[in-house]
């Protein structure tokens, strides 16, 4: 996960000069923006629970085994 994060330029890695073992994470400036976004969109006012009504509700991928629950 971290390597993908890394990757992406959400996260930097640094060892410690004294301790090879220990690794230091930090968010870049890129992922401070990307998690600043994140809380941004999750507090928007909704309205029911688990409805958003800018965002359309989630489908079941095969609609025939949504409707059959012994599918």
């Keep these: ?7 992406k330029g959400l996260i930097q890695r640094s ?3 004294k301790d090879g073992r220990s690794v230091t994470i930090q968010l870049t400036d890129y992922g401070h923006d990307v998690v600043g976004e994140l809380f ?3 507090q ?3 309205g029911r629970v688990g409805s958003s009504p800018d965002r359309p ?3 079941h991928p095969d609609p025939a085994a949504a409707e059959d ?3």
Excluded: K, Y
Excluded at 1 to 7: D, I, P, S, V
């Design 1 to 7: 996960m971290l390597n993908t994060l890394e990757r």
């Design 44 to 46: 928007r006012p909704r």
């Design 15 to 17: 060892r410690s000069d």
């Design 57 to 59: 509700r989630a489908r």
């Design 40 to 42: 941004r969109t999750q």
């Design 69 to 71: 629950p012994s599918a």
